[in-house]
């Protein structure tokens, strides 16, 4: 059955994506990249309307207390130069998400239950092309290509809704870091902490058991906290009982709790943002990758020794992320945008210490266009100069630029350019063979259905 779902996915994204180009227009992540769609109204025009199939009744279901969506996100990418060969990848995520209001479903005023499900499918560019980048050139491969539970919790607001109490299966960057996912390069997507320790921040769409607490302090100051089961047996693509249903892993020696701590301020107007201060905090007994005295597990290498470390317990980092509106230039969140995402990680554990990156964004590109925009990014991710192999101590450098095109009120195309510079950090590969900057074309459809 999840194969057949597969492959009812993956003809989904082509066609889609064909369909888009021979028609002429489209427009453009996980959460892809877009707001949800607008309210669905009584004129239904096939070009218009929020959703390809129409409202199906949706708007009567949420008017209930019942919120539900289906979306396809595809990124079809090809390698001009860099790696070992030039070739193309294609991979993507269908995700059904539903939000069940409480008050009006059972009378529990401030209750919701919320469900996510993921379906991945495709293959890596960097691997099909031999890119030693550090980060993904396709953002939305990783984790396997199954059918994943990302989501199923419950969430209680108290206290006028300053405090809300949230707990259940949940991805550490739903709540935490920045989620945003506007690029196709990893490096300007998702939680960035996860993105350099992915090895126990597990970002979507992998999910804990995990209990969540955010605090209003002020109608623009929050304070959060978490804390998440941390064991590696999260990750597994083999037992349907973890990752698609809810159950509880088996005990692991490297196991423990990650709990994040973050501060967030919202100004509002119409110079709205969001500024995210935090850190974390992991109390796993072993060093990155699962191997005690392991300070980097290098990708064709394997794991590094550091005669230093030992067992070691604990593993921490801090991060900043802002999200900031810059001008106001229409009616329709027409403006430039900006973000600024900066993470520092354990220097004795990590074998990516830290990653920056920098954009920004214009909505309303033409004044006939006023949902079509731009984008440009630039980052870095270091290599820790601890760790072995020629790429210690190195910077890998991606810059990206995309053209979003609005086709319909349900598609949306992003056009896409990576450039990235020194690719694993020095530009070497696993067998220490010095590799050419990669140029990258991509091409990002969203549908909502």
Not at 338 to 357: E, G, K, P
Request: hydrophobic share 35%; charged share 15%; net charge negative.
């Amino acid at each position: 059955m999840l194969d057949r779902f597969a492959n009812t996915a993956r003809m989904c994204g082509v066609g889609i994506a064909l369909s888009s180009l021979l028609s002429g227009g489209a427009h453009a992540d996980d959460l892809f990249t877009k707001a949800p769609p607008v309210p669905y109204v009584s004129v239904d025009d096939f070009w218009t309307r929020p959703y390809l199939f129409g409202d199906l009744g949706r708007t009567k279901l949420k008017e209930q207390g019942i919120d539900i969506g289906l979306t396809l996100g595809n990124e079809s990418v090809g390698n001009l130069s860099g790696g070992d060969r030039n070739t193309a990848a294609n991979a993507g995520q269908l995700w059904f998400g539903a939000k069940l209001d409480m008050g009006k479903l059972a009378g529990i005023p401030g209750g919701t239950v919320g469900l996510t499900l993921v379906e991945r499918y495709g293959s890596n560019l960097n691997a099909e092309a031999g890119i030693p980048a550090l980060q993904l050139t396709n953002e939305v491969f990783g984790r396997g290509n199954i059918f994943r539970l990302t989501q199923l919790y419950y969430s209680q607001m108290l206290f006028d809704d300053r405090l809300e109490l949230k707990g259940g299966r949940l991805p550490v960057g739903s709540d935490f870091f920045f989620g945003l996912c506007e690029f196709i390069n990893l490096t300007f997507c998702g939680g960035q902490p996860g993105n350099i320790q992915g090895g126990y921040i597990y970002n979507w769409p992998v999910s804990q058991w995990a209990g969540v607490a955010h605090f209003s302090i002020t109608k623009e100051l929050k304070i959060s906290a978490g804390v998440y089961d941390a064991n590696p047996n999260y990750l597994t693509t083999s037992d349907p009982s973890i990752y698609f249903l809810p159950g509880v892993p088996g005990s692991n020696p490297g196991s423990g709790v990650l709990v994040p701590v973050e501060l967030t301020w919202s100004p509002s107007g119409l110079l709205y943002g969001t500024w995210r201060f935090g850190g974390w905090y992991d109390s796993a007994s072993t060093i990155d990758g699962g191997l005690p005295g392991i300070i980097a597990i290098i990708p064709g290498v394997g794991g590094v020794p550091d005669q230093n470390l030992g067992d070691q317990r604990g593993r921490y980092g801090i991060y900043e992320s802002i999200l900031q509106r810059l001008t106001v230039d229409g009616p329709k969140a027409q403006g430039w945008y900006t973000f600024l995402n900066t993470t520092v990680a354990d220097h004795r554990t990590s074998f990516q210490d830290y990653q920056i990156a920098w954009g920004v964004k214009h909505t309303g590109t033409f004044a006939s266009r006023p949902e079509d925009e731009v984008g440009f990014a630039v980052g870095t991710t270091h290599v820790n100069s601890a760790a072995f192999g020629p790429n210690a101590g190195g910077n890998e450098v991606p810059l990206e630029a995309w053209y979003g095109w609005q086709a319909t009120g349900w598609m949306n195309l992003k056009f896409d350019v990576q450039y990235v510079i020194n690719p694993g950090g020095r530009g070497y590969n696993a067998a220490g063979v010095k590799t050419d900057n990669a140029v990258v074309l991509g091409m990002r459809t969203e549908v909502h259905f």
